[in-house]
């Protein structure tokens, strides 16, 4: 990972927010942060484009599924990378509409995980739409 690569993570779990960030930085990426699906939204409305988006589901007023929907409705098609502690299966299926460029991590997770699945797609970037006309 170069420290080219921006990546936004978002949780409202401030502990776990800090974590997955600084387990990126350590990577070399640029990393923002967000502590909720509407501010997942504005950071990437203001500071975007981003190469990868981590979020956790579970988050006050948009859930981070929430906010990647909208992002995929206006065409932003960068790799996502979704954290839940859910047990609900439906989530496989949710994460899987959003594209093939999207990921399901299960809390707990370990960070190397986390950097495998981040690698991962980070690779295997298609030309994105991360930048609207």
């Known amino acids: ?11 409202d779990d401030l502990q776990l927010l800090n974590t997955v960030a600084e387990a990126l930085r350590r990577l070399g990426a640029d990393v923002v942060q967000a502590e909720s699906g509407a501010e997942l939204i504005e950071q990437l409305a203001s500071e975007g484009p981003f190469d990868l988006v981590v979020t956790d589901i579970s988050m006050p007023w948009m ?15 960068m790799p996502v990378i ?11 299926a949710q994460v899987q509409a959003l594209g093939r460029n999207a990921a399901l991590l299960r809390k707990p997770f370990e960070l190397n995980e986390l950097e ?13 739409v991360d930048r609207p006309s």
């Open 1 to 11: 990972m170069s420290g080219h690569t921006r990546i936004l993570v978002a949780d």
């Open 63 to 77: 859930s981070g599924m929430q906010a990647m929907r909208s992002v995929r409705t206006v065409g932003l098609g």
């Open 82 to 92: 979704v954290m839940t502690a859910l047990g609900d299966e439906r989530v496989s």
């Open 116 to 128: 495998s699945v981040a690698a991962m797609l980070l690779s295997s970037k298609q030309p994105s």
